[in-house]
């Protein structure tokens, strides 16, 4: 059993690297040879990891891997070798990996309930941060990620790409020019997304939890009070953990929380809402079990100024367009009732340029186009609706304040404790 560093020794540690760290350690060397890239350690090796923007992402150097399940942490190291980087190192507990002064990027890979946390003390050790969605399950850990990065001078990336980059899912496009479309007021205002199989989505509730979980013996090669971390204990069981953890809220919100952010963070881009979030909240679904996700019909979501997100999460909007205002619609594939639309797309200016080179932005320190500021609205957006599913109500919501209005039962959602000796 890999026991944790006392978390005040570790904070010492942390602060005094940072002071150090805080200017890459790339710029501290000549660019001139390969082992000069910009280095990189994968914080959790489960299926994402393997991605092209984790494992695969050659743009910098592999130097570690680390998960608390020791078969995970040996497929990390021998896949490293596969792809080219050596021999690497690899351990179980994070925080070896932010100790190190030779690691310039974490990759925090690891399921929802350790991004916020990881990448708090990831920026208080002078690393820079890229983080699997959703950014935070909370939106109170979400603002303090936001704080941590921000004041220790950090570089933060969320591994979603949408809003600047590749066909928007299965609608047929980019999002440029449905940006085009809605930042000249085309379609009028205030507008409405629906977000659901009929524009091209699944919310993919087939990530809902089991409920008739019985303890199981924990295998040997696997840290699970390591992996559990600031989570509430429960007993072991292997559906909890690994593949299916998101059907579990104390991890994850199910097919919302897994994907929600793909889908929600360029609607917001569209809407121009990076810096504002919903302030009402609607549902349409049934009673949620304590621990296992579920599914909803419905959650709406609506801005101050009347625009609205629609999720359908039963397909019963089927056909309803993607975007709609009272002077039009927009339908997958740029189908619209707007008349001669191709061509006036190319009349219109272009969206405003966005940082989309990751190792550029480290090396620049420019924020990056998905950051942890606009990040950490779009998975606002995502937890806003699972606080919701957990209520089973709507609710206000202030998006200066981050809170639920006069709303006590939301806000214990919305801001939730951690299991000591984790805190943020």
Known sequence: MTHPLHRRDFLKKAG?????????????????????????????????????????????RLVAVCDPDAKRVQEGLRLAGENGYGKIDGCRDFRELLARTDVDIVHICTPPHWHGLISVLAAQAGKDIWCEKPMTRTIGEGRRVMEAVKSNGR?????????????????????????????????????????????????????SGMTNLKPEPVPETFDY?????????????????????????DYDGGG????????????????????????????????QHPDAVGSF??????????CQIVLDGDNSLKGAPFLEGPKGKVWPKLKSDIPNLEPL?????????????????????????????NGFRSATIVNLGITAMRLGRGFAFD??????????????????PMRAPWVM
């Open 225 to 249: 009070d390591l992996w559990l971390g600031p989570a509430p204990f429960k007993p072991y069981h292997p559906h909890r953990t690994h593949g299916t953890f998101r059907g579990y809220w």
């Open 345 to 373: 797309l190319t009349e219109l200016p272009e969206p405003a340029p966005q940082q989309t080179d990751f190792v550029e932005s480290v090396k620049l320190r420019r924020p990056f186009a998905l950051n942890e500021q």
């Open 16 to 60: 005094a690297l940072a002071a150090f760290t805080i200017v890459p350690a790339h710029v501290l060397r000549a660019e001139t040879a390969p082992s000069n890239q910009l280095t990189r350690a994968l914080i959790g090796f489960g299926g994402i990891a393997h991605s092209a923007n984790h494992l695969g992402y050659k743009a910098t």
């Open 155 to 207: 570089i933060f990336r969320l591994n979603t790409w949408f809003r600047f980059q590749s066909a928007f899912y299965g609608f047929g496009t980019e999002v440029k020019p449905l940006k085009k479309i809605m930042e000249n007021r085309l379609l009028g205002w205030p507008v409405k997304a629906v977000v659901g199989e009929a524009t091209g989505f699944t919310l993919k509730f087939g990530w």
């Open 297 to 306: 019909r419905r959650i709406t979501y609506t801005y101050a100024d009347g």
């Open 256 to 287: 919302l929380g897994d994907m929600g952010q793909h889908y929600l963070d360029p609607v917001q881009y569209l809407m121009g809402k990076d810096d504002t979030s919903p302030v009402k909240i609607e549902i349409d679904g049934p009673p």
């Open 399 to 416: 998006p200066v304040k981050l809170c639920a209005v006069n709303d006590p039962a939301a806000d214990r959602f919305i801001c939730q």
